[in-house]
């Protein structure tokens, strides 16, 4: 810790392992934690680190890439289970020592998202104190089943908890040799995920969760030091300007929808850009498309690359999309309709909050998209008048949200 004055100056350290949507929030967050008077760095792999050091805040590496490892990442190519393992054993690897090197830079307090359990074992090893900044409510509930695993149907209470606890408590095949590894070289004792989860459980090892209560609200079941925040907010980029296509494109008709993949798209791009062509044509409806590649599609299409959802989602009739957290959110915020799209991990939970929330019609699993599926929801979506006005409610909600305040307050109550 520095002193300046009477203020202590926390070097923060946020490790953000995972894809551009597991990163993004943390810019805003980041920002936040500076605005306090913190040093502030974003660890996380580099293709996403132009999306730390647009926002001013320092980008520290962690090697390995998570898309590869996704089933969209793959292109299709079957990968036997032994070969599975071994890849995620490696990316385990690279991200343990990623994190070690990160902190080693420098770090007062770590806030970790869940894919950086790792740094867990480095802050005990460092004697620094850390705290889970998490994107998803991966923590054991009665109220929805383990949102990370393979399960979409509720349990029961029981069962749900139960299921949820084991994922905690249970090695990880792929994940179990890169932490006792990791314990080994930073001259901790060995221990189990079981004795990990028990320590962190006991401590009463603090998560505040990045989303609103208006969307999901906190589980009563949950232990204290487990607290919903409101959503962390990403940076926009300094200096960014619509493209002059896309403002063209919105000026020339009626608001049109918006549909992006997310990464489950991956190297099928093509073919889901035409799905979503074909649904949007059924549907009679204009679009903006997610495409990557900025351009014209046809006379009521336009394909984008990235722009920001603060932006561009409140000048659409209807969203839809493959329901990552900050995505969902981006989409409530905007205060329009929404269709989930989801596929895998905490999709499925966000995508059925969306329609419990009667912000849209029910979800159209990725599996199960086809351009008539696709097109009955988007239609759907723009012509159930209740749809806008229970997102503009929520809207509302949301916007006054200040998902920032209480990490800053836990940061300086932890410094």
């Given at each position: 810790?520095?002193?300046?004055?009477?203020?202590?100056?926390?070097?923060v350290?946020?490790v953000?392992v995972?894809?551009?949507?597991?990163v993004?929030?943390?810019?805003?967050?980041?920002?936040?934690?500076?605005?306090?008077?913190?040093e502030v760095?974003?660890a996380?792999?580099?293709?996403y680190?132009?999306?730390v050091?647009?926002?001013?805040?320092?980008?520290?590496?962690?090697?390995g890439d998570l898309?590869?490892?996704?089933p969209?990442?793959?292109g299709g190519?079957?990968?036997?289970?032994?070969?599975?393992?071994?890849?995620?054993?490696?990316y385990g690897?690279?991200v343990s020592?990623?994190?070690?090197?990160a902190a080693?830079?420098?770090?007062?307090v770590?806030?970790?998202n869940v894919a950086?359990s790792a740094?867990?074992h480095?802050?005990?090893a460092?004697?620094?104190?850390?705290?889970g900044?998490?994107l998803?409510?991966?923590?054991?509930?009665g109220?929805?089943?383990?949102?990370?695993?393979v399960?979409?149907r509720?349990?029961?209470?029981?069962?749900?908890?139960t299921?949820?606890?084991?994922?905690?408590?249970?090695?990880s095949?792929?994940?179990?040799?890169?932490?006792?590894?990791?314990r080994?070289a930073l001259?901790?004792p060995p221990?189990?995920s079981?004795?990990?989860?028990?320590r962190r459980?006991a401590?009463?090892?603090?998560v505040l969760?990045g989303?609103?209560?208006s969307?999901?609200?906190?589980?009563?079941?949950?232990?204290a030091?487990?607290?919903v925040?409101?959503?962390?907010?990403?940076?926009?980029?300094a200096g960014?300007?619509?493209?002059?296509?896309?403002?063209?494109?919105?000026?020339?008709?009626?608001?049109p929808?918006f549909?992006?993949?997310?990464?489950?798209a991956?190297?099928?791009?093509?073919?889901?850009?035409?799905l979503?062509l074909?649904?949007l044509?059924?549907a009679?409806?204009?679009g903006?498309?997610?495409?990557?590649?900025?351009?014209t599609?046809?006379d009521?299409?336009l394909?984008?690359?990235?722009?920001?959802?603060e932006w561009?989602?409140p000048?659409m009739?209807?969203?839809?999309?493959?329901c990552g957290?900050?995505t969902?959110g981006?989409?409530?915020?905007?205060?329009?309709?929404?269709?989930?799209?989801?596929?895998?991990?905490?999709q499925p939970?966000?995508?059925?909050?969306?329609a419990a929330?009667g912000?849209?019609p029910?979800?159209?699993?990725?599996?199960?998209l086809?351009p008539e599926?696709?097109?009955?929801?988007l239609?759907a979506?723009?012509?159930e008048p209740?749809y806008?006005r229970?997102?503009?409610?929520?809207?509302?909600r949301?916007?006054?949200?200040?998902?920032?305040a209480?990490?800053?307050?836990?940061?300086n109550?932890?410094a």
């Amino acid at each position: 810790m520095i002193n300046e004055g009477e203020v202590d100056v926390v070097r923060v350290l946020i490790v953000g392992v995972g894809t551009r949507g597991d990163v993004a929030p943390y810019t805003g967050l980041g920002v936040r934690l500076r605005e306090a008077g913190h040093e502030v760095a974003v660890a996380c792999h580099q293709p996403y680190a132009d999306l730390v050091t647009t926002a001013g805040l320092e980008h520290r590496d962690i090697p390995g890439d998570l898309f590869p490892l996704l089933p969209a990442g793959k292109g299709g190519a079957r990968v036997s289970p032994a070969a599975k393992l071994a890849l995620f054993a490696e990316y385990g690897r690279q991200v343990s020592g990623g994190i070690v090197r990160a902190a080693a830079a420098g770090t007062d307090v770590l806030l970790l998202n869940v894919a950086a359990s790792a740094g867990y074992h480095v802050a005990e090893a460092m004697g620094v104190p850390s705290m889970g900044v998490h994107l998803q409510p991966v923590e054991p509930t009665g109220d929805f089943p383990p949102v990370m695993s393979v399960v979409r149907r509720s349990l029961g209470r029981w069962g749900n908890r139960t299921a949820a606890r084991l994922a905690f408590a249970l090695p990880s095949p792929a994940h179990a040799g890169s932490a006792k590894e990791l314990r080994a070289a930073l001259g901790l004792p060995p221990i189990g995920s079981r004795e990990a989860y028990r320590r962190r459980e006991a401590a009463c090892w603090p998560v505040l969760h990045g989303f609103s209560p208006s969307v999901l609200p906190r589980p009563a079941d949950w232990r204290a030091g487990l607290e919903v925040t409101g959503y962390w907010w990403p940076v926009r980029p300094a200096g960014w300007r619509p493209d002059p296509r896309l403002r063209d494109f919105l000026d020339s008709g009626p608001p049109p929808v918006f549909v992006g993949f997310g990464s489950q798209a991956g190297p099928r791009a093509d073919h889901y850009t035409d799905l979503a062509l074909h649904a949007l044509r059924l549907a009679g409806l204009r679009g903006v498309l997610q495409t990557g590649v900025p351009g014209t599609l046809n006379d009521d299409v336009l394909g984008v690359a990235d722009v920001p959802h603060e932006w561009l989602f409140p000048r659409m009739a209807a969203v839809a999309h493959h329901c990552g957290s900050g995505t969902t959110g981006a989409g409530l915020r905007a205060g329009v309709p929404a269709v989930g799209l989801p596929a895998l991990a905490d999709q499925p939970l966000w995508a059925s909050r969306l329609a419990a929330l009667g912000v849209g019609p029910a979800a159209v699993p990725f599996r199960r998209l086809s351009p008539e599926r696709l097109a009955a929801a988007l239609r759907a979506a723009v012509s159930e008048p209740s749809y806008a006005r229970r997102a503009a409610e929520l809207s509302e909600r949301i916007r006054v949200e200040d998902g920032g305040a209480a990490v800053v307050a836990a940061v300086n109550s932890l410094a």
